[in-house]
């Protein structure tokens, strides 16, 4: 007999569990379903405050997790997209979302846990990798937080009815900041305050916890989840962090109005209870009405509370400036987002290539040693540019990715590896021509030196088509840089062949200069065929690529 509390613990325990774990499912599989989309339907809804509550809304409504609708807004916030008081009215929304979803969970949906699990499972097993497989995870997860609720109700039940339990809560103290802080640390700890909702009120339902507690733990649930989403983005920039802040703030405001006033709600509960008769639905309808509440009064304050965040969190001075990095680690959870954050990261690493692309040609030309120098330093930050980008490709879940974001995971990393491979060729370029040209004082002829510049002026543009290719995916410009691949090579082989022919003539410059030119010739095509393989993905998933150059 006294082993039977223990199994209904572990039971209790295990429950929890499933109801964090079928959340966590809901709201990754909405994300990899519909991540792009929620982009979109939020960055649409910044024109006025009463769209962007609506909006937050509706986002919240589906992933079921106001943190991951807030790390969204921080990334937008972090790259300039939109501004803190914008953000914040979202975030309003986005809490009352989340409440919603608590008070729908709130109805005997017994029946449909099965059903969910049952359809789910078959849709994903038949179609896994397709977007019927990720709507069954979804109803998956929807399934396993009814069957959750159900399995909490059930082991809670015979552990009330045991001395010990009953007297352990008729001892508590009657301490509503006690009861906040706790709800706060079990949110932090679940990862889910929509998980902590649906627990506490099944357990004031089945009396384990009494009902000015519950209230007490629902207002630090709320705050608990705006603590996990500032804890999230620590490691962000000003700019990023402060939609995190400003909602915590929120957040503290509401807990702090309604503290006074939880004496005169618990003693309302009778009135109410001819319209809401279950004590579930009331703890979850208390939290629908804080957030609500708390959305009426603030969202006129969305502006004061953001110029209050900025000063909190200023942006670092000129002198300390740091760039920002677009590897957002807070969006990792949304791959569209992510692969959004390392293809812009990877246009960055382009942008230093063609710094260096257009300095070689002045160092040719000017002899200049000090820009020769910090040109083949900058080929260090193309290297560490290229590692924090495959790395921060290599923590999106290829299983998250739909085949759309699979190839462009893939076209990130072609890219990136290609613009490494440049970057180290025009190191050893400059090399070479410090060593055989500046050092001995030496000198392209002028008709090598035309050819040379020739071929740069081809390069850049090449680079720069390059760039568009990968930024846009147009397979018209893929071919167009593809074809320039075989331009390059013929004028490779052409001018290699004047300079020969002018070491025939015994031009003295031709002579002195010939090894250093014949070499910058065949590595300034390596880099333009480096360039050029940036359209072989694009063209491949055109399917427009032949199989070989061979003849059959």
């Given at each position: 007999?006294?082993?039977?509390?223990?199994?209904?613990?572990?039971?209790?325990?295990?429950?929890?569990?499933?109801?964090?774990?079928?959340?966590?499912?809901?709201?990754?599989?909405?994300?990899?379903?519909?991540?792009?989309?929620?982009?979109?339907?939020?960055?649409?809804?910044?024109?006025?405050?009463?769209?962007?509550?609506?909006?937050?809304?509706?986002?919240?409504?589906?992933?079921?997790?106001?943190?991951?609708?807030?790390?969204?807004?921080?990334?937008?916030?972090?790259?300039?997209?939109?501004?803190?008081?914008?953000?914040?009215?979202?975030?309003?929304?986005?809490?009352?979302?989340?409440?919603?979803?608590?008070?729908?969970?709130?109805?005997?949906?017994?029946?449909?846990?099965?059903?969910?699990?049952?359809?789910?499972?078959?849709?994903?097993?038949?179609?896994?990798?397709?977007?019927?497989?990720?709507?069954?995870?979804?109803?998956?997860?929807?399934?396993?937080?009814?069957?959750?609720?159900?399995?909490?109700?059930?082991?809670?039940?015979?552990?009330?009815?045991?001395?010990?339990?009953?007297?352990?809560?008729?001892?508590?103290?009657?301490?509503?900041?006690?009861?906040?802080?706790?709800?706060?640390?079990?949110?932090?700890?679940?990862?889910?305050?929509?998980?902590?909702?649906?627990?506490?009120?099944?357990?004031?339902?089945?009396?384990?916890?009494?009902?000015?507690?519950?209230?007490?733990?629902?207002?630090?649930?709320?705050?608990?989840?705006?603590?996990?989403?500032?804890?999230?983005?620590?490691?962000?920039?000003?700019?990023?962090?402060?939609?995190?802040?400003?909602?915590?703030?929120?957040?503290?405001?509401?807990?702090?109005?309604?503290?006074?006033?939880?004496?005169?709600?618990?003693?309302?509960?009778?009135?109410?209870?001819?319209?809401?008769?279950?004590?579930?639905?009331?703890?979850?309808?208390?939290?629908?009405?804080?957030?609500?509440?708390?959305?009426?009064?603030?969202?006129?304050?969305?502006?004061?509370?953001?110029?209050?965040?900025?000063?909190?969190?200023?942006?670092?001075?000129?002198?300390?400036?740091?760039?920002?990095?677009?590897?957002?680690?807070?969006?990792?959870?949304?791959?569209?987002?992510?692969?959004?954050?390392?293809?812009?990261?990877?246009?960055?690493?382009?942008?230093?290539?063609?710094?260096?692309?257009?300095?070689?040609?002045?160092?040719?030309?000017?002899?200049?040693?000090?820009?020769?120098?910090?040109?083949?330093?900058?080929?260090?930050?193309?290297?560490?540019?290229?590692?924090?980008?495959?790395?921060?490709l290599t923590q999106i879940s290829k299983e998250a990715l739909s085949e759309r974001e699979g190839r462009r995971w893939t076209d990130i990393v072609s890219f990136t590896i290609n613009m490494e491979q440049v970057a180290d060729i025009i190191e050893r370029v400059l090399q070479d021509v410090e060593d055989k040209k500046i050092r001995k004082n030496r000198s392209f002829s002028e008709a090598g030196m035309a050819e040379i510049c020739h071929l740069h002026e081809r390069l850049v543009a090449n680079l720069r088509l390059a760039m568009s290719v990968f930024l846009d995916g147009h397979v018209r410009d893929a071919r167009k840089l593809l074809e320039e691949k075989a331009r390059f090579r013929d004028l490779e082989h052409e001018y290699a062949a004047n300079h020969i022919a002018r070491l025939q003539d015994n031009?003295?410059?031709?002579?002195?200069?010939?090894?250093?030119?014949?070499?910058?010739?065949?590595?300034?095509?390596?880099?333009?065929?480096?360039?050029?393989?940036?359209?072989?993905?694009?063209?491949?998933?055109?399917?427009?690529?032949?199989?070989?150059?061979?003849?059959?």
């Amino acid at each position: 007999m006294a082993a039977l509390p223990v199994i209904h613990l572990l039971n209790l325990l295990a429950a929890i569990a499933l109801l964090v774990w079928g959340t966590s499912i809901v709201r990754t599989g909405m994300m990899r379903l519909l991540g792009e989309n929620l982009r979109l339907v939020l960055a649409r809804s910044f024109s006025n405050r009463g769209n962007s509550v609506l909006a937050g809304i509706g986002v919240t409504g589906l992933v079921q997790s106001s943190m991951a609708t807030c790390l969204m807004l921080a990334s937008f916030a972090g790259q300039g997209l939109v501004t803190t008081s914008a953000a914040l009215a979202v975030m309003l929304g986005a809490d009352v979302g989340t409440a919603l979803m608590a008070a729908v969970y709130s109805f005997d949906l017994s029946w449909v846990s099965p059903l969910l699990i049952f359809v789910g499972v078959v849709m994903f097993v038949s179609r896994q990798n397709s977007e019927i497989g990720r709507a069954g995870r979804v109803l998956i997860g929807l399934g396993l937080i009814t069957l959750a609720l159900q399995l909490i109700v059930a082991s809670t039940r015979p552990m009330i009815e045991t001395p010990a339990v009953r007297a352990l809560i008729v001892s508590l103290p009657n301490e509503v900041l006690l009861d906040i802080l706790v709800g706060a640390v079990l949110t932090v700890l679940a990862y889910s305050s929509l998980a902590i909702v649906l627990l506490t009120a099944t357990l004031a339902t089945s009396g384990l916890v009494p009902v000015q507690v519950a209230f007490g733990l629902i207002v630090g649930a709320n705050i608990g989840s705006a603590l996990l989403a500032f804890f999230a983005t620590s490691g962000a920039t000003p700019a990023a962090r402060r939609v995190p802040f400003g909602n915590l703030l929120f957040k503290f405001i509401g807990a702090a109005l309604t503290i006074p006033l939880l004496p005169y709600v618990v003693g309302a509960l009778p009135h109410v209870r001819e319209f809401v008769p279950e004590l579930h639905q009331q703890v979850v309808g208390f939290h629908l009405l804080f957030n609500v509440v708390l959305a009426l009064t603030c969202v006129g304050f969305t502006g004061a509370v953001a110029k209050l965040t900025e000063r909190g969190l200023p942006d670092p001075r000129e002198g300390t400036h740091k760039r920002r990095s677009h590897l957002d680690a807070a969006v990792l959870g949304t791959p569209s987002l992510a692969i959004s954050c390392a293809a812009r990261e990877a246009m960055h690493q382009a942008d230093v290539v063609e710094t260096m692309l257009r300095g070689l040609l002045d160092v040719i030309r000017s002899n200049d040693l000090e820009l020769a120098e910090r040109l083949r330093r900058m080929d260090d930050q193309v290297d560490e540019l290229y590692s924090a980008i495959k790395f921060y490709l290599t923590q999106i879940s290829k299983e998250a990715l739909s085949e759309r974001e699979g190839r462009r995971w893939t076209d990130i990393v072609s890219f990136t590896i290609n613009m490494e491979q440049v970057a180290d060729i025009i190191e050893r370029v400059l090399q070479d021509v410090e060593d055989k040209k500046i050092r001995k004082n030496r000198s392209f002829s002028e008709a090598g030196m035309a050819e040379i510049c020739h071929l740069h002026e081809r390069l850049v543009a090449n680079l720069r088509l390059a760039m568009s290719v990968f930024l846009d995916g147009h397979v018209r410009d893929a071919r167009k840089l593809l074809e320039e691949k075989a331009r390059f090579r013929d004028l490779e082989h052409e001018y290699a062949a004047n300079h020969i022919a002018r070491l025939q003539d015994n031009t003295a410059q031709s002579i002195e200069t010939s090894s250093l030119h014949l070499d910058l010739i065949s590595e300034l095509k390596r880099i333009n065929s480096h360039l050029c393989g940036v359209a072989y993905p694009i063209l491949e998933s055109a399917g427009v690529l032949a199989r070989t150059r061979m003849r059959s």
